[in-house]
């Protein structure tokens, strides 16, 4: 159980276009969704934190219009990468944190590896 | 000021060694909760561990165990018997606050297995 799945794994994009990453809870329902960057050999940094129906929260200095977090039902969010540049290459994870789950319990996705040529 | 602090960079150990992962954090919330997460080189995130600010016993999974000390403010993940395959980078992580969902990470350790 507690199966969080991410698409695409990869996506290769060319510089001015728009990508979109989905993250979908298989089999629980998630409230909150979380949505990381992680360059190459550095930690988690969190970008957003996405409520069902609401609009999302942006950690300080992450660009909400050009990050932009749809959470449309409780087990799916989407973070589209508009207007993509090189230094937008990165690893994005998400993860989901269960209706009735722990504090801070979260599971995550398997990550979306962005490059943008 | 960090809220979680992983001084070793990286880490060699000989297979079927004990090893231990340090982490500091910082935080003036009463209530919080430290977790550990392996990230093999596939990228996946997989929890290891949780020890909440309440918990009187450290917290053990398997090979897994937290060596909790609430006063000096450190939680270090310590694998016995070592394995190959636990080579990856791991990540200790607070949530800060009775409820709290959010998650701040540390820096990270890459931990290398040798045989």
């Known amino acids: 159980g507690a199966v969080v799945s991410q698409h695409p794994s990869r996506v290769i994009c060319k510089s001015g276009t728009s990508v979109k990453i989905e993250c979908r809870s298989l089999d629980f329902q998630a409230t909150t969704m979380f949505w990381y960057r992680q360059f190459p050999k550095q930690s988690l940094m969190l970008m957003a934190t996405?409520?069902?129906?609401?609009?999302?929260?942006?950690e300080q200095g992450v660009e909400k219009d050009k990050f932009l977090i749809n959470h449309a039902s409780l087990t799916l969010s989407t973070l589209t990468v508009t207007s993509a540049h090189p230094e937008d290459s990165s690893f994005y994870i998400c993860?989901?944190?269960?209706?009735?789950?722990?504090?801070?319990?979260?599971?995550f996705g398997p990550g979306t590896r962005l490059t943008v040529t | 000021a960090q809220k979680i602090t992983q001084t070793q960079p990286g880490m060699f150990v000989q297979e079927k060694e004990a090893v231990t992962l340090d982490c500091t954090y910082d935080?003036?919330?009463?209530?919080?909760?430290l977790f550990w997460y392996k990230q093999p080189s596939s990228g996946e995130m997989i929890f290891l561990i949780y020890q909440g600010s309440y918990d009187q016993q450290n917290a053990t999974e398997g090979r897994y165990s937290l060596n909790f000390q609430k006063a000096r403010k450190s939680a270090n993940l310590v694998i016995s018997a070592s394995q190959l395959g636990d080579s990856a980078m791991y990540f200790c992580a607070m949530r800060e606050g009775w409820g709290a969902q959010k998650l701040v990470f540390g820096q990270g350790t890459r931990l290398t297995i040798n045989p």
């Open positions: 993860s989901a944190s269960p209706l009735a789950g722990g504090p801070g319990e979260q599971y």
């Open positions: 996405s409520n069902e129906g609401s609009k999302a929260t942006y």
């Open positions: 935080t003036s919330d009463p209530s919080y909760g």
